[in-house]
């Protein structure tokens, strides 16, 4: 479809072949370049969030007892969650007389305008995709660092390396490999988070939450330019191959060596 003429009358019918026309077209849209730049915003939130939070998490729940048990119940409960349903609970909760901002009237502070603010509702958004990736982070970062052998960490206590240390200069990097994975995994997951626009902002307010799948859904099935969507969605899977391959790669050299 991407390299052909597509639309309501020719859907069903002999399609043309236009060569990179539908490319020309797309990249010379601005709703394209604003749709990319939005992508990457909710991208880095949800990679930030994650990984950071995901591993001081991750570390925090390495041991064993009843408490860490029913709080890794907790994380996979919350991960298999379907979207439609995360994103309506959020929807619910981050609206004008839900409860956020009953807790914040509870406080002192206004209301807030999660959804609706042109200023406010991509960070929601970003936010809800991370709130929802996150428990996936923590159990991939957690079996890395459970498979970490116990006496690397005593040598290096025994080295005088502090906790911070032991972090920073023995933990993160055995992780690489881990952390190269789950950011790719991560990565694909907010170029996948099409449910969660639906549901919270619908693209709004204005385009300020329209991710790249979703300009592809908009375009195919509300303007019914089904060619120009196919190539949003075909140029939507360059860019995670671009970012993508390199981690791959590395990934592979570390296991070679």
């Known amino acids: ?9 020719t859907l069903i019918s002999a399609w043309e072949l236009v060569g990179l026309e539908n490319f020309g077209a797309v990249l010379n849209d601005a709703a394209f370049w ?15 969030v994650d990984l950071i939070i995901g ?3 991750a570390l925090a729940l390495t041991g064993r007892g009843r408490l860490i048990g029913a709080t890794l119940s907790l994380l996979v409960f919350v ?3 379907p979207p439609l349903v995360s994103g309506s609970v959020w929807k619910f909760l981050l609206s004008g007389d839900g409860g956020v901002n009953a807790a914040l009237g509870m406080v002192g502070l206004g209301p807030v305008d999660w959804l609706s603010s042109p200023s406010v509702a991509l960070w929601s958004v970003s936010l809800v995709a991370a709130w929802a990736s996150l428990p996936f982070a923590i159990l991939i970062i957690r079996g890395g660092l459970m498979s970490i ?18 972090a920073t200069r023995v933990i993160l990097p055995l992780l690489r490999p881990t952390l190269a994975v789950l950011t790719i995994l991560l990565i694909l997951y907010a ?3 099409f449910n969660f626009v639906y549901v919270l902002t619908g693209g709004g307010p ?6 790249l799948p979703f300009l592809a859904y908009q375009t195919a099935f509300r303007t019914y330019s089904f060619d120009l969507a196919s ?4 140029l939507s899977m360059v860019v995670v191959l671009v970012l993508s391959v390199p981690y791959v790669l590395g990934v592979r050299k570390e296991q070679a060596a």
Do not use: C, Y
């Not at 604003?34 to 930030?48: E, F, G, M, P, S």
């Not at 006496?151 to 032991?166: I, K, M, T």
């Not at 204005?206 to 991710?211: E, L, P, R, V």
């Open 55 to 57: 591993f001081v998490a």
């Open 191 to 193: 170029f996948g988070s």
């Open 231 to 234: 190539a949003i969605a075909v």
């Open 206 to 211: 204005g385009d300020t939450t329209n991710i």
């Open 1 to 9: 479809m991407s390299v052909s003429d597509v639309g309501t009358t």
């Open 149 to 166: 052998p116990p006496d690397v960490l005593e040598a290096a206590a025994l080295d005088g390396a502090n906790a911070w240390q032991r």
């Open 79 to 81: 991960w298999t969650l």
């Open 34 to 48: 604003n749709a990319a730049k939005v992508t990457a915003l909710l991208t880095a939130v949800l990679l930030v």
